[in-house]
């Protein structure tokens, strides 16, 4: 399966506590992507990745949160002293960059939160 | 207002009925736009693309008006295997200056009953 893979799909944590998620995107694709997503709301930009290179942040994203891609492959989501608004499902997406249009997004299974 | 904007719902419709959702987004110089689906507790899967012109696949339609800034979704003779959530996404700009924030919609929950 050469799809977006996201790992764990689970994490329970205690509130404090500190998380990792990896995604790994789809090869060729040279964007990739964080969302957020609670019940009953769209998923919510964090941030991307064009290569390495961050591009965009959301203003949404607290200094708890970091997002890094080293090499322009995989990357990672962490988040400090979780807190329990921190519960969501965690996607990550990738595309190929398309110029002056957006290629279409190709998400993994995600990463659920629980914070206790 | 919020960057894109879609009417949450739900629709519950009758199998065979013919079904529309709006999305409007505020960034007049957003160029790319697309449909999803999501299936509860499952990850977006793209619907189709957007194109300026309006485009179809099999049963579902898509329009994009520039001057209202709205995009369009039609669903003819819905199926029970329709019901899904279907969220619109628009790009859009995070502060910096390109263009490669994707920005969804809330989602249009959809029910098609028999």
């Known amino acids: 399966d050469t799809g977006v893979s996201q790992d764990p799909r689970h994490k329970i944590t205690k509130r404090g506590q500190n998380v990792t998620f990896r995604c790994d995107p789809i090869?060729?694709?040279?964007?990739l992507y964080w969302y957020r997503q609670t019940l009953g709301q769209g998923p919510e930009f964090l941030t991307y990745f064009q290569n390495e290179a961050q591009l965009e942040k959301s203003r949404l994203l607290s200094d708890r949160f970091s997002a890094e891609r080293p090499k322009g492959s995989f990357s990672t989501l962490e988040i400090q002293r979780t807190e329990q608004g921190d519960s969501a499902m965690y996607l990550c997406a990738s595309s190929l960059e398309g110029g002056f249009y957006n290629s279409p997004l190709h998400f993994g299974n995600g990463t659920r939160l629980t914070v206790t | 207002r919020k960057e894109v904007e879609q009417d949450p719902g739900p629709f519950n419709v009758p199998e065979g009925a013919t079904v529309a959702f709006n999305c409007t987004y505020s960034n007049s110089a957003s160029q790319s736009f697309f449909w999803y689906r999501q299936d509860c507790r499952k990850e977006p899967k793209l619907l189709m693309s957007v194109y300026s012109s309006g485009n179809e696949d099999g049963r579902f339609t898509a329009q994009l008006n520039r001057a209202s800034q709205y995009i369009s979704l039609l669903i003819r003779d819905s199926k029970l295997s329709d019901s899904a959530t279907y969220l619109c996404v628009v790009n859009d700009r995070a502060g910096g200056t390109s263009y490669g924030k994707l920005t969804f919609g809330q989602g249009t929950i959809l029910t098609v009953h028999p």
């Open positions: 090869s060729e694709h040279n964007r």
